[in-house]
């Protein structure tokens, strides 16, 4: 009997990876800015999501949103309260989006293609480690924390908050009732992802929605192309 | 919990790769896991127990192999080691570290196999 190594040397995830690339480069070629949103259950992304399509929607721009969930369809349905269309992907157990969970929503989606979007958000399922693995082939992932979860969870999850692109503090209406730390939350996520771009928000006073919208603004190349 | 999804991809191109050696018996899969990678050894470990079951890795050892976190320091210019997964610095000058070299990866480096008994001719 001889034994032997065979060197493979491949990416465990090539598939997704593969897959992501092909979105991104659609995604990019149709001109749609795609955000990759990520927190723990409970942070409030729903909730900062429906503002923000709100607003977009009143600015008279073109946004949509795939919304992942282990189970239900809640979150869309409270999504759509901000009259953009809007896609529940249920995982029926699995933690995290996949690109392919991605594609085959899109493929499906009647009357709404990235081609015709400025901008497409997607609602990760509620969970701070298994959706860093998975390129959806998003151009920004956004990491999520509230004033309620702890000011060293950036510490504890440094694979999502080192591969975020921006950072969005929640619930800051209620900040000081909670004893929320904001230097300290603010020198952690930065500890792990120096000179991220952090944003101060509250959903219900609207507080540091408009320095977020203004940041969406500058960075959708069709919105830029067209002004 | 997504090593199970980890290792059902691993098991899955493993045993693609294996049309290339009909009748072999996989021995060893050897993965290279980035520290920063988000994915627990001992639920790798658990779960491929589970996803070999039926498989023709059944037989098979995971081996585990941990890259560390190294970065490239804009300021000095040097690469090294993170000092810390809590503290993205600069190992030399201590400068804030952005541009991650390695700890990210998830990959099959090499399978260990078996090659399937010769057949003599009576």
Same mark, same amino acid.
């Given at each position: 009997?001889?034994?032997?190594?065979?060197?493979?040397?491949?990416?465990?995830?090539?598939?997704?990876?593969?897959?992501?690339?092909?979105?991104?480069?659609?995604?990019?070629?149709?001109?749609?800015?795609?955000?990759?949103?990520?927190?723990?259950?409970?942070?409030?992304?729903?909730?900062?999501?429906?503002?923000?399509?709100?607003?977009?929607?009143?600015?008279?721009?073109?946004?949509?949103?795939?919304?992942?969930?282990?189970?239900?369809?809640?979150?869309?349905?409270?999504?759509?309260?901000?009259?953009?269309?809007?896609?529940?992907?249920?995982?029926?157990?699995?933690?995290?989006?996949?690109?392919?969970?991605?594609?085959?929503?899109?493929?499906?989606?009647?009357?709404?293609?990235?081609?015709?979007?400025?901008?497409?958000?997607?609602?990760?399922?509620?969970?701070?480690?298994?959706?860093?693995?998975?390129?959806?082939?998003?151009?920004?992932?956004?990491?999520?924390?509230?004033?309620?979860?702890?000011?060293?969870?950036?510490?504890?999850?440094?694979?999502?908050?080192?591969?975020?692109?921006?950072?969005?503090?929640?619930?800051?209406?209620?900040?000081?009732?909670?004893?929320?730390?904001?230097?300290?939350?603010?020198?952690?996520?930065?500890?792990?992802?120096?000179?991220?771009?952090?944003?101060?928000?509250?959903?219900?006073?609207?507080?540091?929605?408009?320095?977020?919208?203004?940041?969406?603004?500058?960075?959708?190349?069709?919105?830029?192309?067209?002004? | 919990?997504?090593?199970?999804?980890?290792?059902?991809?691993?098991?899955?191109?493993?045993?693609?790769?294996?049309?290339?050696?009909?009748?072999?018996?996989?021995?060893?899969?050897?993965?290279?896991?980035?520290?920063?990678?988000?994915?627990?050894?001992?639920?790798?470990?658990?779960?491929?127990?589970?996803?070999?079951?039926?498989?023709?890795?059944? =037989?098979?050892?995971?081996?585990?192999?941990?890259?560390?976190?190294?970065?490239?320091?804009?300021?000095?210019?040097?690469?090294?080691?993170?000092?810390?997964?809590?503290?993205?610095?600069?190992?030399?000058?201590?400068?804030?570290?952005?541009?991650?070299?390695?700890?990210?990866?998830?990959?099959?480096?090499?399978?260990?196999?078996?090659?399937?008994?010769?057949?003599? =001719?009576?």
């Amino acid at each position: 009997m001889t034994t032997r190594i065979v060197e493979l040397r491949q990416g465990i995830l090539k598939k997704n990876d593969e897959l992501a690339r092909q979105l991104r480069a659609r995604f990019e070629a149709a001109g749609v800015l795609v955000l990759n949103l990520v927190s723990s259950p409970g942070t409030g992304k729903t909730e900062f999501l429906q503002k923000t399509l709100t607003a977009l929607r009143q600015q008279g721009l073109r946004a949509a949103a795939l919304v992942g969930d282990l189970e239900t369809d809640n979150d869309a349905r409270r999504l759509a309260a901000s009259g953009v269309p809007v896609r529940q992907i249920n995982t029926h157990g699995i933690c995290h989006l996949e690109a392919e969970m991605v594609r085959t929503h899109l493929d499906t989606w009647d009357q709404t293609r990235p081609e015709d979007l400025d901008y497409l958000f997607i609602e990760n399922v509620g969970n701070l480690v298994c959706p860093s693995s998975y390129d959806l082939g998003e151009r920004i992932r956004v990491a999520l924390l509230s004033v309620t979860e702890g000011e060293d969870k950036p510490l504890k999850y440094p694979t999502l908050f080192n591969s975020a692109d921006a950072a969005i503090i929640t619930k800051i209406d209620i900040a000081e009732a909670v004893g929320f730390d904001r230097e300290a939350a603010i020198r952690n996520i930065r500890e792990i992802r120096p000179g991220i771009r952090i944003f101060e928000t509250s959903a219900k006073t609207g507080a540091g929605m408009p320095e977020w919208l203004d940041y969406l603004g500058k960075q959708c190349t069709k919105r830029l192309q067209r002004s | 919990m997504h090593e199970l999804s980890i290792v059902t991809s691993v098991v899955e191109s493993v045993t693609e790769s294996l049309a290339n050696y009909p009748g072999a018996r996989v021995l060893q899969v050897r993965l290279r896991v980035g520290a920063l990678s988000a994915v627990i050894e001992d639920s790798l470990q658990f779960c491929y127990g589970i996803a070999i079951e039926g498989t023709p890795l059944a =037989a098979s050892k995971l081996v585990v192999n941990t890259v560390p976190v190294t970065v490239h320091c804009q300021a000095c210019g040097r690469d090294g080691a993170l000092p810390s997964l809590q503290h993205f610095h600069c190992p030399h000058c201590d400068a804030p570290a952005t541009d991650v070299r390695t700890g990210r990866e998830l990959e099959i480096e090499s399978i260990e196999i078996e090659d399937a008994p010769e057949v003599v =001719a009576p």
